[in-house]
T-cell receptor, first 113, second 109 residues
């Protein structure tokens, strides 16, 4: 199995630009999570989906952030417009069902200048 | 979001020593308590996990001790090795998974 696949691995952009991060979950995993990792705040849960439906987006920092899961094989996290304080590593993680092992992708490192 | 509190923030141990990392949680609905290990440039990976119906789980050099009444759990790494140097996260889960702030472990040769 290829594991959770994230793209891009690295993104450098300028303040105000739109950023789209992508995630392909492990086949058959029906729960998908987006986390943000920074030195100051650790691993923060942004949003999670169950069977493609957003369940809890209370961790999304503000309206500039949005996430979608149009089908079981693909999810996006979009930041528009981006700001320097959005610089972080963004992880997608998936699991088979509620409870149990969470499998992480390798992360997307975002730098906003 | 800080539903899981982890300490210490960093830890330095000599090779062969015991590394101990502690976590406390608030929500009694949590029913799954994993520890994740993260190396630089990689995503976290599951190391060991426990459910609240047992007080201890051991896998090789790694042991979780769980105290349900105190709402605390800890990771013990016996005979710590330089290859164990990484960041360790405790977590607690019910329908989603919440992570502690992480502990950066350095094992000196």
């Amino acid at each position: 199995d290829a594991g959770v696949i994230q793209s891009p691995r690295h993104e450098v952009t300028e303040m105000g630009q739109e950023v789209t991060l992508r995630c392909k979950p492990i086949s058959g995993h029906n729960s998908l999570f987006w986390y943000r990792q920074t030195m100051m705040r650790g691993l923060e849960l942004l949003i999670y989906f169950n069977n493609n439906v957003p369940i809890d987006d209370s961790g999304m920092p503000e309206d500039r952030f949005s996430a979608k899961m149009p089908n079981a094989s693909f999810s996006t996290l979009k930041i528009q417009p981006s700001e320097p304080r959005d610089s972080a590593v963004y992880f997608c993680a998936t699991m088979l069902s509620s409870g149990g092992e969470l499998f992480f992708g390798e992360g997307s490192r975002l730098t906003v200048l | 979001q800080q539903q899981v509190k982890q300490s210490p923030q960093s830890l330095i141990v000599q090779k062969g020593g015991i590394s101990i990392i502690n976590c406390a949680y608030e929500n009694t609905a949590f029913d799954y308590f994993p520890w994740y290990q993260q190396f630089p440039g990689k995503g976290p990976a599951l190391l060991i996990a426990i459910r609240p119906d047992v007080s201890e789980k051991k896998e090789g050099r790694f042991t979780i001790s769980f105290n349900k009444s105190a709402k605390q759990f800890s990771l013990h790494i016996m005979d710590s090795q330089p290859g164990d140097s990484a960041t360790y996260f405790c977590a607690a889960a019910k329908y989603d998974m919440r992570f502690g702030a992480g502990t950066r472990l350095t094992v000196k040769p």
